[in-house]
């Protein structure tokens, strides 16, 4: 009986160290497209082959060799999600009823992005970019019914990205970068000790619950590259590729019990039994790789007013099939979380409008499906296939200084179902239930040519 209690541990705590080395932002996945201002307001349609800012460092480090000028953008984009979970089915691994309310999860969230680039002589280029190119945050609070799944979730990453781009011809340009992206993830899940001690002292399910903290972080490399083609005068084809970055995640697994727990746990421990050397602070080790992408876009000159934008972005999710969390405390044995995701492509489209010499409206609209599915879907990833709408402004305030602002709503095509119903970590329960999801992303920036 203590092997089967060990073994319900483990998998409770390989669920909580893995699951929080990096899950869902907005976009699919939890991968940010979030990286400029002035591409938000078109949904990021034909970001490989738009060049119209430094912004395109990320998108495509070929595009600073139609830029000319010395220039710097910063900007920053509000994402406020609305995440509801609608249980169907909860109970304990003993089969009572799980306690709790329906989960709400959205925390609006700010990320920021810089760029500057500079000319070097007359058909070189180089520039940084800094962003973050995955995220999450999400909070459900301590009191939910699927608390003993994900209470807290933060993951953080900040990218560096120092590139340098070659104007061969006047059609065709070559750019890559190095990207250095260090990753911070925060994770927290109640425990549920009342079924996890009840073979031992009788305990009640959900009457003694305890809760798991981890922190976890480190420093990965990637580059990126691309070419543009310039085959027509009004025609521009944008080709880019991210690389994978490899993530090795260390930190720290730290746990809180009530006291007839933490005395239960003593006396386990003096009696050698192994379930009493579980639940000590501990440190814990895991690897993530954040995916490939490549994109292929193309910008039209309808009139002197008027562009066209349109792309296809793949992603290489498959890669993403488990999580295998370490733990220092051999009371903890390595454990995997299945993730078994698959390989995304999203596309977008969107115009320019051309106002005056001073002013440009932005329109677009994307397809963005979500890499999970419902078998192997978790709390940590409220995902579900969605559509982008977004419109932005760019304005010149004075000479060399321009405003960019944008609004994109993006909203669920399906509901996200979660089925978590016979499943290995039977003391976090049995739920099945399904998400309501949405987002609104507000966009400001300024670029400064100098």
């Not at 990205?161 to 059609?171: E, Q």
């Not at 890559?176 to 549920?192: E, H, K, Q, T």
């Not at 299945?338 to 106002?355: H, I, L, N, P």
């Not at 499906?369 to 990833?381: G, H, K, L, N, Y």
């Amino acid at each position: 009986m203590t092997k089967g209690l060990l073994g319900s541990v483990a998998s409770v705590l390989a669920i909580t160290a893995a699951m929080g080395a990096g899950e869902k932002a907005y976009a699919a996945g939890f991968q940010l497209f979030d990286q400029s201002p002035s591409g938000e307001g078109e949904a990021f349609a034909g970001a490989a082959a738009v060049h119209e800012d430094a912004s395109t460092i990320f998108f495509n480090p070929a595009g600073m060799a139609y830029l000319n000028d010395y220039q710097a953008i910063g900007g920053v984009q509000i994402i406020s999600p609305n995440i509801t979970f609608n249980p169907t089915h909860a109970t304990t691994g003993a089969g009572t009823p799980l306690m709790g309310t329906s989960g709400t999860a959205g925390v609006t969230t700010p990320v920021g992005n810089f760029y500057v680039m500079a000319p070097l002589g007359d058909d070189f280029r180089v520039g940084l970019g800094v962003g973050a190119p995955f995220g999450l945050v999400t909070d459900y609070g301590n009191t939910w019914i699927g608390r003993y799944y994900a209470q807290r979730t933060v993951l953080k990453t900040y990218n560096f990205n120092p590139s340098l781009s070659y104007k061969a011809t006047d059609w065709l340009s070559v750019g890559g970068g190095f990207n250095v992206m260090y990753a911070d993830a925060f994770l927290s899940n109640a425990i549920d000790f009342g079924s996890i001690l009840n073979p031992v002292i009788g305990t009640a399910p959900q009457s003694q619950d305890g809760q798991a903290k981890l922190e976890a972080n480190g420093t990965g490399y990637g580059f990126n590259g691309g070419v543009i083609i310039k085959p027509l005068e009004h025609t521009t084809i944008g080709l880019s590729y991210r690389s994978m970055v490899h993530l090795d995640l260390n930190g720290s697994a730290n746990f809180s019990t009530t006291s007839t727990v933490s005395q239960t746990l003593a006396l386990l421990q003096e009696l050698h039994n192994p379930l009493g050397s579980a639940f000590q602070s501990t440190g814990v080790h895991t690897t993530l790789n954040l995916p490939e992408s490549a994109s292929a876009a193309i910008t039209q000159d309808l009139t002197d007013k008027w562009l066209l934008l349109g792309d296809l972005t793949w992603t290489h999710w498959s890669r993403f099939k488990d999580l295998v969390a370490n733990f220092d405390n051999p009371a903890q044995p390595q454990q995997s979380v299945q993730e078994q995701w698959s390989d995304t492509v999203r596309w977008a489209g969107g115009v320019q409008y051309k106002a005056s010499e001073k002013a440009k409206l932005r329109l677009g609209i994307a397809y963005d499906p979500t890499p999970t599915s419902t078998e192997f879907r978790t709390f940590r990833i409220p995902d579900a296939d969605r559509f982008w709408l977004s419109a932005g402004y760019n304005v010149e305030l004075i000479p060399d200084l321009s405003l960019d602002f944008a609004f994109t709503h993006i909203f669920a095509l399906t509901n996200g179902e979660v089925n978590l119903v016979n499943n290995p970590a039977a003391p976090a329960g049995n739920i099945n239930g399904t998400f309501d999801f949405s987002a609104n992303i507000f966009a400001i920036g300024l670029k400064y040519n100098f």
